[in-house]
């Protein structure tokens, strides 16, 4: 049975987010929890919730007494506070006492943990986070880096793409999946001096379908499956188009109640957008998993509620039982035998 640990302390609406939704995850999925943190917080909450002792519910406790707070600096929190809950859930992945690892914590945090504690995958020097986005067509682009580097070099895009493009052929299941660099124009020479060198190395990637430069609106065409961009510009993306999605919600709920014949026609056509509702809401993925560190490790929104935890151990466990990090490894190792590549990067 697959474990997931899962950082019981890290979310703003932490432990009740996280006790709900790994209970849920445990009931739904069959999935066995660790949930780790402060057990004089977690234990009123999970009695409340009927449980007992460890293993009840598929849910047991493993103690860290300190926390990582979203405002503390990624560097000073991973070399003072040794015994967090971000420490010890990415410990147990590594020693092998769990599958995957969930947090909803500073992701800055997790990041810098996970290349401490796990390590990279060969050839990664930065790992990315990777969002699926929903798109015109039904089948969703995937979009790194979402918030994982503020900062990159050329070369981080190159195997943020490489990356990308593994984990598409091996979850998303596409056999050569396109390849876009998110810039100001679709043209060459546009772009900043990032993109611009980016561009000429990922253009030498021959295992790659790279078709140029993409812009905001091609995210959600369809048009093209791998979207790579540096986490500052990637996590403003993501966070304007969850924005964006709530409030077409709202606006397309406004309006069907503004008269009685929307009332009415809104009742007929409850079930599609309610389908629509559900393909828009960030809480049905749950979590990004985080791309190219030695372990399966899944970042969620800080403020995320137990459904988006429950949704983010699921993903947690299937990319467990996908053996998708052994894929995304040897697409790695394929792309990158091209060695010239990145040493003409750096």
């Given at each position: 049975?697959?474990?997931?640990a899962?950082d019981?302390m890290?979310?703003d609406h932490?432990p ?8 849920a ?7 066995r ?7 004089e917080?977690?234990e009123p ?5 009927g ?6 519910a598929?849910?047991e ?6 926390v ?8 000073v929190?991973v070399r ?8 010890v859930?990415?410990k ?7 599958d995957g ?7 800055g ?8 504690v796990l ?15 929903p ?9 790194l880096d979402?918030?994982?580097?503020s ?5 981080h895009?190159?195997q ?5 493009d593994?984990?598409?052929r091996a979850v998303l299941g ?6 876009g ?7 060459e020479?546009?772009?900043n001096e990032?993109?611009?060198?980016a561009?000429?190395?990922?253009r030498?990637?021959?295992q790659l379908n790279?078709v140029g ?6 995210v959600f065409?369809?048009n ?13 993306m ?8 709530d409030v077409m919600?709202a ?6 109640s503004a008269?009685?014949?929307a009332?009415?026609g809104?009742?007929l ?6 389908n629509i509702?559900r ?8 979590g ?6 030695r ?9 995320s ?7 983010a151990i699921?993903n ?7 053996e ?5 490894e040897?697409g790695?190792?394929a792309?990158?035998l ?7 990067a750096?």
């Open positions: 049975m697959v474990r997931i899962v019981a890290g979310g932490a009740h987010a996280e006790i709900d939704g790994a209970l995850a445990a009931r739904d999925f069959g999935v929890i660790a949930l780790v943190g402060q057990p917080k977690l909450e999970l009695r409340r919730c449980w007992r002792a460890q293993g009840d598929g849910i406790l493993i103690e860290a007494p300190e990582v707070r979203m405002d503390e600096p990624a560097a929190a003072r506070k040794k015994r967090s809950s971000l420490r859930g990415m147990l992945v590594a020693d092998g006492k769990a690892f969930v947090t909803a914590g500073n992701t945090a997790a990041m810098a943990t996970a290349m401490m390590g990279t995958l060969p050839e990664v020097d930065r790992p990315a986070l990777a969002a699926q986005i798109t015109k067509t039904g089948r969703p682009t995937l979009l979402v918030g994982a580097n900062d990159c070099k050329p070369v895009l190159v943020f793409a490489i990356m990308g593994a984990y598409a596409i056999e050569r999946p396109t390849v660099l998110v810039s100001i124009g679709e043209e020479v546009k772009g990032l993109t611009k060198e561009f000429a190395l990922l030498g990637v021959e790279f430069n993409v812009e905001g609106r091609d065409t369809g093209v499956d791998v979207i790579v961009t540096d986490g500052f510009t990637g996590n403003v993501l966070k304007l188009s969850e924005g964006l999605s919600v606006l397309i709920r406004r309006e069907l008269s009685v014949i009332r009415t809104a009742m056509a409850r079930p599609a957008f309610r509702k393909r828009l809401d960030y809480t049905e993925t749950g990004a998993p985080l791309l190219g560190v372990g399966v490790v899944m970042i969620t929104h800080g403020s509620n137990a459904r988006a935890l429950r949704n699921r947690a466990r299937d990319f467990v039982l996908n998708t990090n052994e894929k995304i040897r790695i190792a792309a990158m091209d060695r010239g590549v990145a040493r003409r750096l």
